[in-house]
């Protein structure tokens, strides 16, 4: 790749060839975004982890605490527009 001194184009050509760089990085960054943040999530769980759960795993009786929780009934579901 070849470097250009900016400072010798005249102040115009500057402005113009930064707006032609903002539009091709507009035109060609998404895409390189989008495989950016794919390969991101592909670690990700697809099931979000429950605080629950999260708290017994670091204060259950493997960390050396012995929480005693009773287990609850689920919730009645909420009635909306009847």
Partial sequence: MQTV???????QARVELIDFY??????YAPFKAFLAK???TEDV?????????????????????DLDLP?????KPLELGQ
């Fill in 71 to 75: 287990r609850h009934p689920p919730h």
């Fill in 22 to 27: 903002e539009f091709l990085l507009n035109k």
């Fill in 38 to 40: 794919k390969e991101l």
């Fill in 5 to 11: 001194n900016l400072n010798m184009l005249p102040l």
């Fill in 45 to 65: 769980p697809t099931k979000p982890l429950r605080l629950g759960s999260l708290a017994v795993e670091l204060f259950g009786t493997t960390a050396g605490i």
